[in-house]
């Protein structure tokens, strides 16, 4: 649950089943929790990525800060400038993206908002895999990223932050403007015991990159984004109430080369506005009980503008079908919820949703409205001091498909001893057709795609479980270790394929079943001035034409990629400095593949590994520097040796990965009167 409050939330005074004597057991996690509770008494397996170690990474986006977590894989859209997640072998569709615990709206299947969302105001970012369909509804089926920003501090304070950072796009670069990417980023935050207001403004402005591309053209699109947040919190005895308002401001172009015989050029300006408002409110009317209440408000559109521009320079629209389009999506979201504590061993968490979606567009057929409302509960049971079960439910109605009536969730965590916990939950989850899956409407020279509105949710059954290992808690060694598996399987996963009643047209169906399973191995070192992260993963995806052996031959039921990560932080405390390594390594991805439905290929994407390099040092009471490599081993684009080479957005040929190896540096300062 999202809990945020004054941003000082505590866990309770029976949080933690034995004493704690290692900090990043004491840490306040709140994501799927029905009240702030520490990592170490929550039943969920929860990552988090704390400000710090956000700060270090030199971030001017959240791909930055998540590309080298295990797990997590991004997949680049040249032909669209975008960019997606993947989250245990699933794609960005099965991700639930939160702000503060309010789910972010996207166009459709891929998460566009995670790169909308301004790095500068983030205080922590937490992770939780597997299903999360009970808390926090659609989409949460491989997981769900929580974005927590930040809230201030108690007191009176008057606080002003900036940055400025450049940084280079492989080797291109052109101070303050054009080639590279530039940050400036400046905020204010007033309090008192009472009452908060704060600002900030970021402006992201990314030149592209050449690439192997010649003329006009880039193999990576320019980006000049904006983002502008502000708030207000006001705070009583035993209630607190806050807005926040989120907008971004963002134009990618796709510039095309001139004819040779005309000497047109024909551009496109893919152009974004969000719109996100936020009220958050907390009551507390005595120690057992606790109710909130959250609502949202979103306006998000991204309209394609396609213009022609002569020899001489004069731009004019372009009328080819098709070229101009702008499709707008709101959505209105409330939950409600109510925390009770009746004992020691037995808390209650009663909650309902509603949300309000509305589409228009040229791509969009009429303007579709979708209403679901929804009633989870989830009580907490304690068995003595060693066990706590959480068991959930969530009923579902949606008024425009046959929406899953019951969705289940059980979650445990087992106290072993005082160095060791184990995990263990199932869940069903689900996701909703997107509107857009639903009522899409594109046709021009080379689309022809209809929504279906006779889809059906996707669902899921998903298992896991953690093994949580203190090896060592002293003041100055920490040491422990987290062995996890789990084992998903969706059904009527959503696809693309051609549509039964007209061969020449193309549509959305449910034609998928989709598993996906894996282990993971973290070990974690607090060592004096060194912070050590070093894990592993092994994640298996599902290979469809395993299940018809008379046809295609005996095949492998899973295809298996490896991942291996490493954190390390090094503080000279003294000279106010430090030197930071990020890295993981992402292992070849493979799928079968058929291009006719009679011969099989094992296609393959190759490893490659992928490190950031940064050090930092103070620069008196207010400022820091901060530089370092990007994409130290210099990858561009991974080779592919798929054969689907039909359409822009097809999966063969080079898979783009990034701009090739970066050099930055950056300024911040931070002021402070209490």
Do not use: C
């Amino acid at each position: 649950m999202a809990q945020e409050g004054n941003g000082t939330t505590t866990p309770g005074k029976d949080s933690a089943v034995l004493p704690d004597t290692a900090h990043s057991l004491n840490e306040v996690v709140i994501t799927g929790q029905s009240e702030p509770q520490s990592l170490r008494n929550s039943v969920y397996q929860v990552r988090t990525i704390d400000s710090e170690r956000i700060r270090l990474r030199g971030a001017t986006n959240l791909q930055t800060i998540l590309n080298t977590e295990l797990g997590i894989r991004f997949s680049n859209d040249l032909t669209l400038g975008t960019s997606d997640i993947q989250l245990m072998g699933m794609s960005g569709q099965g991700v639930k993206i939160l702000l503060d615990g309010i789910p972010m709206v996207d166009r459709g299947s891929t998460r566009e908002s995670l790169g909308q969302i301004d790095i500068n105001t983030i205080e922590r970012i937490e992770i939780v895999e597997g299903p999360m369909s009970v808390m926090y509804g659609t989409d949460a089926l491989a997981g769900v990223i929580n974005i927590i920003t930040k809230k201030g501090h108690s007191g009176n304070s008057l606080s002003v932050n900036a940055r400025i950072q450049e940084e280079t796009a492989g080797d291109e670069y052109d101070a303050l403007t054009q080639k590279g990417t530039h940050n400036q980023g400046v905020g204010l935050t007033w309090q008192n015991e009472h009452l908060q207001f704060s600002g900030n403004v970021t402006r992201n402005d990314f030149g592209g990159w050449q690439g192997a591309s010649t003329g006009r053209e880039k193999d990576w699109m320019p980006k000049d984004q904006m983002l502008y947040t502000a708030g207000t919190r006001i705070t009583g005895k035993r209630w607190n109430l806050w807005y926040r308002f989120n907008g971004a401001d963002e134009t990618i172009k796709d510039l095309g080369n001139r004819n040779p015989n005309t000497g047109i050029a024909s551009d496109q300006d893919y152009i974004t506005k969000r719109w996100f408002h936020q009220v958050q409110s907390e009551i507390r009317p005595n120690e057992k009980l606790s109710m909130t209440a959250v609502g949202s408000y979103t306006d998000y559109s991204r309209r394609t503008l396609s213009t022609n521009i002569d020899i001489n320079d004069h731009r004019t629209l372009s009328l080819e079908p098709g070229s101009q389009d702008k499709s707008i999506f709101k959505t209105a979201f409330f939950r409600g919820t109510a925390f009770y504590k009746a004992g020691d061993n037995l808390s209650i968490l009663v909650g309902v949703d509603f949300s309000n979606n509305n589409a228009s567009g040229a791509r969009i057929n009429s303007s579709p409205t979708i209403n679901e409302y929804a009633l989870f509960l989830a009580p907490e049971i304690r068995f003595g001091q060693f066990f706590k079960l959480t068991p959930g439910l969530r009923f579902l109605k949606n008024s425009v498909y046959d929406a899953p009536p019951v969705i289940p969730s059980l979650n445990g965590k087992l106290t072993l001893s005082k160095s060791l916990d184990f995990r263990f939950g199932y869940a069903r989850g689900f996701r909703s057709p997107a509107l857009r899956e639903l009522y899409f409407d594109f046709h021009d020279a080379s689309h022809s795609i209809n929504g279906n509105v006779n889809l059906k949710a996707e669902y899921s059954n998903s298992f896991n479980s953690f093994l949580v290992w203190q090896a060592v808690s002293r003041e100055v060694l920490r040491i422990s270790s987290t062995l996890g598996g789990f084992y998903n399987i969706f059904h009527d996963l959503i696809d693309t394929g051609i549509d039964p009643n007209d061969r020449t047209q193309t549509t959305y169906l449910n034609i998928h079943l989709f598993k996906t399973t894996g282990f993971s191995l973290e070990n974690k070192l607090f060592w004096k001035n060194l912070q050590a992260t070093v894990g592993a993963t092994y994640i298996g995806r599902y290979n469809e034409f395993s299940e018809t052996p008379e046809d295609f031959g005996p095949l492998p039921e899973f295809v298996w990629s490896a991942e291996i990560n490493a954190n390390l932080l090094y503080t000279f405390k003294k000279a106010g400095a430090s030197i930071n390594l990020f890295y993981k390594y992402s292992g070849k991805r493979p799928v079968y593949e058929t291009t006719d439905q009679v011969n099989i290929h094992l296609a393959e994407t190759e490893g490659f590994h992928m490190a950031d390099l940064t050090a930092s040092k103070t620069l008196g009471k207010y400022v820091s520097l901060l530089g370092g490599i990007k994409n130290v081993f210099d990858v561009t684009n991974l080779r592919n040796t798929s054969t689907d080479t039909g359409g822009a957005h097809s999966t063969g040929g080079p898979v783009p990965m990034s701009f090739g190896r970066s050099y930055f540096l950056g300024l911040s300062f931070q002021w402070t009167k209490h």
